[in-house]
């Protein structure tokens, strides 16, 4: 299994920052990849089950389910259903954590995902670089950081 994981400190709370990506339909507000993005068959974007159908800019589509959630772990956890990468059994998680020296957060965003050992450098290295610390980035210019 090939795998991810990105983190970062955001010169936030880490109430604040899950407050802005909580909302897993929320990607378009805070992902500057993203164009748009709906939850399927109108069910709340907080829904253990839910798929999200979202956009990247380049117009990819991309399908992911919310598999796990907590308010008081501040996390989710999702899969990728379809998607344009050469990839299966994706599973990915980001997460908040407080850091109590000062108003930030420790941030941190994982995945592990199967794919032909070929494709492994270029998919970690995308997923890590444009996905994650992409997001991560964009939180941080959000906050002031």
């Known amino acids: ?5 990105v983190s970062s400190v955001i010169g936030a709370s880490a109430e604040q920052v899950w407050e802005r990506v909580r909302d ?8 500057p990849r993203i164009r748009d993005s709906r939850i399927e068959d109108a069910l709340p974007a907080d829904k253990v089950g839910c798929i999200r159908n979202f956009t990247l800019q ?11 959630l907590s308010d008081y772990d501040l996390f989710y956890s999702y899969t990728m259903l379809d998607g344009p990468m050469p990839l299966w059994d994706y599973m990915a998680t980001i997460r908040f954590t407080p850091v109590t020296d000062g108003a930030r957060c420790f941030a941190e965003w994982s ?10 450098a270029d998919l970690v290295d995308g997923i890590g670089t444009n996905v994650f610390q992409g997001g991560f980035d964009a939180l941080k210019r959000h906050f002031g950081g």
């Open 1 to 5: 299994m090939a795998r991810v994981f």
């Open 24 to 31: 897993f339909n929320a990607l378009p507000k805070w992902h």
């Open 111 to 120: 995945a592990e995902f199967s794919c032909e050992p070929t494709d492994e």
């Open 58 to 68: 380049n117009g990819d589509n991309i399908r992911e389910q919310l598999v796990g």
